[in-house]
């Protein structure tokens, strides 16, 4: 099967909230790649909102979508988490988490109400975004003696690539993301000069 070249995302971070009988659920949406940095994300919630109850969350993850997790964080089961993965579903996004936070109004909602609530929380965060549709791309990460550095550095301008995360020491590192259908034919350049060596990121 073809890889897919592109997947839907949001562009940057987007709230939604939503309320009933004194209940508050607050959404946060926001693009997302791997599952430690997802865990930053939630740590970083819980403690911003350490008076609520819960924060109940889902992720998708890959081009292919098949990482993905839905968590109610105490919540009744599949009464938080399968709502909001359910909406990631929906919009058909990739690489993105939602996060809900709830602070409690003294009243149970039952499952059927907590299902509405944690759903449409996450349907607000997604609208409330800009939805968009990224390129795939191959990152990996190139590791190579101070010496190497002009041949490396000249084989990326010469393909037009954006470096990140870059660490120009004696030992130096920096991470770039290579065009699929160049992919192969870049590493085989790079992996020609002499003490470099190539570390796959993932296809993402």
Not at 43 to 67: I, L, M, P, T
Not at 92 to 105: K, P
Not at 143 to 165: C, E, I, R, S, T
Not at 171 to 195: A, G, M, R, W, Y
């Amino acid at each position: 099967m073809e890889q897919k070249s592109t997947y839907r995302t949001l562009k940057e971070l987007s709230e939604g909230i939503y309320k009933e009988k004194g209940s508050k659920f607050i959404a946060f949406a926001v693009p997302c790649y791997t599952e430690k940095e997802a865990k930053e994300y939630l740590d970083n919630w819980r403690k911003e909102h350490y008076q609520s109850r819960h924060v109940c969350y889902a992720y998708r993850f890959g081009v292919d979508q098949k990482v993905f997790r839905a968590n109610d964080d105490g919540e009744p089961n599949n009464s938080a988490g399968a709502p909001i993965l359910g909406q990631i579903q929906s919009f058909d996004l990739s690489n993105i988490l939602i996060g809900v936070v709830r602070y409690f109004g003294g009243t149970k909602l039952g499952v059927g109400g907590l299902i509405h609530a944690y759903k449409i929380a996450a349907k607000e965060a997604i609208e409330n975004g800009e939805i968009c549709e990224l390129e795939v791309f191959d990152w990996i990460r190139i590791h190579f003696d101070y010496g190497a550095m002009p041949n490396v550095m000249n084989l990326l301008k010469q393909h037009n690539l954006v470096m990140k995360d870059q660490v120009f020491e004696e030992s130096c590192t920096l991470v770039v993301n290579l065009p699929l259908n160049k992919s192969t034919f870049i590493q085989e350049e790079l992996q020609e000069i002499t003490n470099v060596e190539i570390e796959s990121l993932g296809i993402y």
